[in-house]
């Protein structure tokens, strides 16, 4: 009898590549990038007040964080496979709630919307580490956002659009893409990482590894960027849309400049390009040095809306190229050992940058009008900037040894 052998393919997982990676975070701003102008215009309209949005808002922030600080405790329970596909769940459980369009199954929606994102960008950074080395991870990051740049350009102003024509449209079209997701993700058979396995012990304890981090200055450092440039996008995001409308320029100029910036990531080659040839060092405080002009200058010409209107889409051009180098510092400082711990400490700036933000605009408007933000984010990021000093000269860049050997081999720097 003639024996039958199982395709390699089948016995063997083929070791996933920076294009996968890519088109699984493809698919995923398809997923998010369509409600991100939704959520807030259904939680208007279901609340009816804008003090309870930003109540609501700031709730699923805390709650969020506190997850993602968990996250690691909880993948010591449960295998890193299935933390994802829950976390890629939550977005299609989410969707459900808000079709039902009441104001409690909107306020879920948004939590359980917040929640998955949170677990699904934990996991896909500890697998980015586990299969991408770290002369790769600058390529990683530059092929994730071009493959985002479609989800993320067309996906806010078609994600109002759908809504106005039939409002569970967009709500229909991330949860079928979240689907999608999952099962790209479970094609490429990521398994629970290379170091990654069920734990024997007991779930640690978020407070147990809070004191290892903060005593690595360089991923105190790498958090540091990940936070400020959060915290410049959401100026732009949130507050670039206010300042145009109360001098003038309408309601829906704010969502098409979202649409020009991120339009900006088809880009991201050419700027991986420009960062290659230079020091991360050097690429983190140009970009972080471009928006503190940038948003200082808007401020300090509000009087003039649109030039600063101008100033401020230039500045998000610079985000931009900082979200392809400023969180390389983080990504090559972490320890092997340390993936999902420090993975979860990294992925609560989103949250701490979506209290922080609207809590400090709140007091600077005490003092200011609404372009002091504009000037409080210029500042936060002359600080980055200036932290940026801090970083090796080398950073990124490939060294070679000083004399020949018969298997040269290039050295990431540490």
């Known amino acids: 009898m003639q024996e039958r052998r199982i395709p390699e393919w089948l016995r063997h997982a083929p070791t996933p590549t920076v294009r996968n990676f890519g088109i699984l975070s493809g698919i995923e701003a398809i997923v998010r990038g369509i409600l991100i102008s939704v959520f807030p215009l259904v939680m208007y309209r ?10 609501a808002y700031f709730l699923v922030g805390l709650g969020s964080l506190i997850i993602g600080l968990l996250m690691p405790g909880i993948i010591r329970l449960i295998p890193r496979r299935w933390a994802y596909t829950i976390g890629v769940l939550l977005f299609v459980t989410s969707a459900g709630f808000a079709i039902e369009g009441s104001a409690r199954s909107t306020v879920i929606a948004l939590a359980l919307n917040t929640v998955g994102t949170v677990m699904v960008f934990i996991c896909f950074n500890a697998y980015v580490l586990d299969y991408i080395s770290r002369v790769e991870l600058g390529k990683c990051e530059t092929s994730r956002m071009f493959y985002s740049a479609v989800g993320w350009t067309v996906g806010p102003m078609a994600g109002v659009l759908s809504y106005q024509y039939w409002a569970p449209a967009p709500f229909v079209i991330s949860g079928t893409a979240a689907l999608v997701m999952l099962a790209v993700f479970w094609f490429m058979r990521l398994g629970n990482g290379k170091l990654i396995t069920r734990a024997r012990g007991p779930a640690s304890n978020p407070l147990v590894f809070l004191p290892r981090f903060l005593e690595q200055p360089r991923l105190v450092t790498g958090y540091v960027f990940a936070l400020v440039r959060s915290c410049g ?25 979202l649409s020009i910036t991120n339009a900006a990531l088809f880009g991201a080659p050419l700027l991986q390009r420009w960062i290659s040839r230079r020091s991360i060092r050097q690429a983190v405080q140009a970009g972080f040095g471009a928006v503190a002009l940038c948003f200082s200058l808007a401020a300090v010409l509000s009087n003039m809306p649109v030039v ?28 092997p050992s340390e993936r999902t711990e420090m993975s979860a400490i990294y992925s609560s700036y989103r949250d701490v940058s979506g209290i922080l933000t609207p809590g400090a605009a709140w007091l600077v408007l005490l003092a200011t009008p609404l372009a002091g933000i504009f000037a409080a984010g210029g500042f936060a990021a002359f600080g980055a900037a200036v932290l940026a000093r801090r970083l090796h000269p080398r950073l990124g860049r490939n060294r070679m040894h000083p004399v020949a050997v018969s298997k040269p081999e290039s050295i990431p720097a540490q």
């Open 46 to 55: 279901a609340l009816g007040d804008a003090g309870l949005v930003s109540q």
């Open 233 to 257: 996008w959401w100026v732009y995001v949130v507050y670039l849309p206010i300042f145009a409308i109360e001098n003038g320029l309408g309601d829906q100029l704010g969502g098409i400049l």
């Open 308 to 335: 600063a209107v101008a100033l401020l889409v230039l500045g998000s051009f610079c985000m931009i190229e900082l979200d392809i180098c400023a969180g390389l510092p983080f990504l090559m400082a972490v320890k």
